[in-house]
C-alpha cells in the first residue's frame, strides 16, 4: 500500500469509523509507523477487542503498547517483531498490565543474557491463553507464569532448557488445562520440575523435541502422570531421536517396547516410530499415533521389523494433512487420505520421476487440495510445476528456495507445463525459505 493510499484510507475510513472498529491488523512496519504518528490514533479506539501487529520493528514496541494501556476492551493482542528485542522484560510488563487481555501471542528473538522479570508479588494478568512462537528461556518462563494465574493454555514453540528452574516456586496455576511444548536443549529432569510444580490440573499435553534416552522412558513417564497429571486425558509426544554407535537402534527398541503396557493401552495412547534420512543424516521418529482427531498423518518409512508396539489404525477418512518423507515412501504407500486439502512433502525427490503426480493423486486426490509445503533442496522447480498444473486449487504455497535455482533456464520457460501454470494457478500466498532472488512468478 503507498503512502498516499494509506493516507486517504487514514482520513476516510479509520478515523470517521474509530469508535467502531472492533479489530485492526497492522501488517508491515510502514503503516505502524504511519499509525504511531497519527496523533493518539490508537488510543482513541475505545471498542477494540483484536489487535494484530505483524513485522513491527522492536524500536516501535514500547510506544505502541503505551497506547494500548488505556484500552477498556483489548482482549487479544498478537505481535510478531522482525528483529532482535534488546530488553523484552518492558515488553512483557506493558503486556502483562493491558487490562483485560484474554490472549496473548508473541514472537519476537530474545537477547538471552538479559536477566528474566522478578517473580510477580502483587501485580497480575488477566491473560488466559499464552502463545509464545520463538525461543523462550526456561527461567523466563518460569517468571512470567507468576504474573499469570488464570492462564488455562500455554504454548511455547521453542522453550529452551539452559537455565535451571528455582526450587523454591509457590505458583499456583489451577486453571492451566491445556499446554503444547516444543522443547531445545531441555533436560528430563528440568521438565519434571516444570510438570510437577505447574501442570498438577492439565487434561491435554502435547510434548516435542530431540530425545535423550530419559525423554524415552516410559516408567518414568508412567510415575510422572500418576504423580503429578491424575486429570491428563490427550498426551501427545513427537521425539527426534539419533542411533549411533553409543546407542543403537537396539536400544531404542527396548525402551519404545516400555510402551507396550496395560497403563498406555487402557488411556488409548499408542506409540510408533519409523526411520528417516533427512538431508544425509539418518535420524528415528518416536510419536503418538491415532492421537484424538487424526487429522494428520505421517508417511515416514517402514515400520522397523523389531517394533512391537501395538496401535490401532487411523481413520484415513478423517486426514486432512498428509506429511511424506521422500520419493520412496511415496512409491510403497498403500493408503488413500480422499479427504485431504494439505500436503507437505520432505527429504528427497528425484527429478527424472515421470509419474510423479500420478503417483502422488494414488495417495491424495490432487484436485482437492489448497496447500502445499515442500521442504526439500532437490526437488526441481520442474517437477513443482507439474504439482500446481494436477492441482490448480493450491491458494497457499510453502518451498525451498532451492527448487527456484531452475527458473532461469530458458527451455524451463518456453515449456508448455511452465506456461500454462503461469496462466491458471490460483496461488495468492507463497512463502520462500532462505534466501534467494525471485527471478519470476508464477
Known amino acids: 500500500m503507498s503512502k498516499s493510499l494509506l493516507q486517504h484510507y487514514y ?3 479509520l478515523l470517521p469509523n474509530k469508535h467502531r472498529i472492533k479489530s485492526l491488523h497492522l501488517s508491515n512496519p510502514f503503516t505502524v509507523d504511519f499509525i504511531l504518528s497519527s496523533s493518539n490514533f490508537l488510543s482513541k479506539l475505545n471498542r477494540l477487542e483484536t489487535f494484530i501487529i505483524d513485522h513491527v520493528e522492536s524500536k516501535c514496541l514500547e510506544e505502541l503498547l503505551n497506547h494500548l494501556i488505556c484500552l477498556p476492551n483489548l482482549s487479544s493482542l498478537t505481535i510478531t517483531s522482525i528483529d532482535k528485542i534488546d530488553h ?18 508473541v514472537s519476537f528473538d530474545e537477547d538471552y543474557r538479559f536477566e528474566p522479570l522478578t517473580m510477580a508479588t502483587n501485580e497480575y494478568s488477566s491473560i488466559e491463553h499464552l502463545v509464545i512462537e ?4 526456561l527461567e523466563v518462563l518460569h517468571r512470567l507464569l507468576s504474573y499469570v494465574p488464570q492462564l488455562c493454555r500455554l504454548s511455547c514453540q521453542s522453550l529452551i532448557g539452559y537455565d535451571n528452574l528455582s526450587t523454591e516456586i509457590n505458583i499456583s496455576m489451577k486453571n492451566l488445562t491445556h499446554a503444547s511444548l516444543d ?9 519434571e520440575c516444570l510438570i510437577m510444580n505447574y501442570f498438577h490440573k492439565i487434561q491435554v499435553l502435547h510434548i516435542s523435541g530431540k530425545a535423550s534416552l530419559e525423554d524415552l ?11 503429578h497429571m491424575p486429570y491428563l486425558r490427550v498426551f501427545v509426544i513427537r521425539f527426534i531421536y539419533h542411533p549411533g554407535i553409543m546407542y543403537n537402534q ?17 488411556r488409548k495412547w499408542f506409540f510408533d516410530y519409523r526411520h528417516c534420512s533427512k538431508y544425509g543424516r539418518r535420524d528415528g521418529i518416536f510419536y503418538s499415533i491415532n492421537p484424538y482427531k487424526g487429522k494428520d498423518y505421517r508417511l515416514v518409512g517402514k515400520m522397523n521389523e523389531n517394533t512391537r508396539l501395538y496401535h490401532q489404525e487411523t481413520n484415513l477418512n478423517s486426514v486432512r494433512h498428509v506429511y511424506i518423507y521422500g520419493e520412496q515412501i511415496m512409491n510403497d504407500c498403500v493408503n488413500y487420505f480422499s479427504n485431504s486439502t494439505y500436503l507437505t512433502l520432505y527429504d528427497s525427490f528425484s527429478s527424472r520421476t515421470r509419474s510423479f503426480t500420478s503417483i502422488l493423486n494414488h495417495i491424495v486426490p490432487l484436485q482437492q487440495l489448497t496447500k502445499v509445503v515442500i521442504d526439500s533442496h532437490s526437488f526441481s522447480f520442474q517437477k513443482l510445476c507439474e504439482l500446481l498444473r494436477s492441482a490448480p486449487k493450491i491458494n497457499s ?31 495468492t ?3 520462500i525459505k532462505d534466501k534467494s532472488e525471485l527471478v519470476d512468478k508464477l
Open 183 to 191: 522443547l531445545c536443549h531441555v533436560r528430563f529432569n528440568q521438565l
Open 134 to 137: 520463538r525461543g523462550i528461556r
Open 88 to 105: 523484552p522484560n518492558n515488553l512483557y510488563i506493558q503486556i502483562l498490565r493491558l487490562p483485560v487481555l484474554k490472549y496473548c501471542k
Open 397 to 427: 504455497l510453502i518451498i525451498n528456495s532451492a527448487i527456484l535455482s531452475e527458473t532461469s533456464s530458458v527451455s524451463m520457460r518456453q515449456s508448455e507445463t511452465f506456461r500454462s501454470v503461469s496462466n491458471t494457478n490460483n496461488i
Open 11 to 13: 482520513v476516510h475510513i
Open 429 to 431: 500466498n507463497v512463502t
Open 250 to 266: 537396539l536400544t531404542y527398541d527396548s525402551l519404545f517396547n516400555q510402551f507396550n503396557s496395560q497403563f498406555w493401552f487402557e
Open 217 to 227: 522412558d516410559a516408567n518414568r513417564w508412567k510415575q510422572l502422570i500418576l504423580s
